[in-house]
């Protein structure tokens, strides 16, 4: 039978248990926070690389391919600079948004940078997220984006592609085919040209 002392006992065990679960849960929530980029709620530059070595890795050993799309707000500072911080972040949680949405099932998007974003897809070929880049632009194509005023103001985004293992072995090989190409990319919309739809006519 249970004693006097056994229910003194009880309640510091139940308390001490109580505190053990809450700081559990606690860490949990910081570790989520810290993978987690705040202005667009995506997985954030370190979840990203971490996500991508260990993803190359199991590609490695069943003979999986990954895609890998970097993307890049064209002219981003411009909009933080005559509209202000607040519709440039607009603009990143428009992009964001759509990015989590197309992705939903088939791969996983971040924030990488300021204004840059990364798109990983498993499984996927060249062919295969080349259609999801296109599908990309041509939502974007036909977005509005409004600022105050009223003013509707065109997002432009250069993506480059680029797909393990035939562009790179390794995470730094993928993710530098992958930045290579966008850099050609922006440079041809800053030349006047129409920047590839599908991120792949640049094989530099």
Same mark, same amino acid.
């Given at each position: !039978?249970?004693g006097p002392?056994r229910?003194?006992?009880l309640?510091?065990?139940? !308390?001490?248990?109580?505190?053990?679960?809450h700081?559990?849960?606690h860490?949990e929530?910081? =570790?989520?926070r810290a993978?987690?980029?705040?202005?667009?709620?995506?997985?954030?530059?370190?979840?990203?690389?971490?996500?991508?070595?260990?993803?190359i890795?199991a590609?490695?050993?069943?003979? @999986?391919?990954v895609a890998?799309l970097l993307?890049?707000? +064209?002219?981003?500072k411009?909009f933080?600079d005559?509209?202000?911080?607040?519709?440039g972040d607009?603009?990143? =949680?428009v992009?964001?948004?759509?990015?989590?949405?197309?992705?939903d099932r088939e791969g996983v998007v971040g924030r990488?940078?300021?204004?840059?974003?990364?798109?990983v897809?498993?499984?996927?070929?060249?062919q295969e997220?080349?259609?999801f880049?296109q599908?990309f632009q041509d939502?974007l194509? +036909?977005?509005?984006f409004?600022?105050?005023g009223?003013?509707?103001?065109?997002?432009?985004?250069?993506?480059g592609? !680029?797909v393990f293992?035939d562009?790179g072995?390794?995470?730094?090989?993928?993710?530098a085919s !992958?930045d290579?190409?966008l850099?050609?990319c922006k440079?041809?919309a800053?030349?006047g040209?129409q920047?590839? @739809?599908?991120?792949d006519s640049q094989r530099?």
């Amino acid at each position: !039978a249970w004693g006097p002392v056994r229910w003194e006992l009880l309640g510091p065990l139940t !308390a001490e248990l109580t505190n053990t679960l809450h700081r559990a849960r606690h860490y949990e929530e910081v =570790q989520e926070r810290a993978d987690v980029d705040f202005v667009t709620g995506l997985f954030n530059h370190r979840f990203m690389q971490a996500y991508l070595h260990k993803l190359i890795n199991a590609g490695a050993a069943r003979g @999986r391919k990954v895609a890998v799309l970097l993307m890049d707000v +064209n002219d981003f500072k411009s909009f933080n600079d005559t509209y202000g911080h607040s519709v440039g972040d607009r603009v990143l =949680q428009v992009v964001a948004n759509q990015l989590r949405l197309m992705t939903d099932r088939e791969g996983v998007v971040g924030r990488f940078g300021g204004d840059e974003f990364i798109v990983v897809l498993p499984g996927h070929g060249r062919q295969e997220a080349g259609a999801f880049a296109q599908a990309f632009q041509d939502w974007l194509t +036909n977005y509005a984006f409004k600022v105050p005023g009223g003013k509707t103001v065109p997002i432009v985004v250069s993506a480059g592609l !680029a797909v393990f293992p035939d562009d790179g072995e390794r995470r730094q090989e993928l993710l530098a085919s !992958a930045d290579a190409r966008l850099y050609q990319c922006k440079r041809s919309a800053v030349n006047g040209k129409q920047p590839s @739809r599908h991120a792949d006519s640049q094989r530099g």
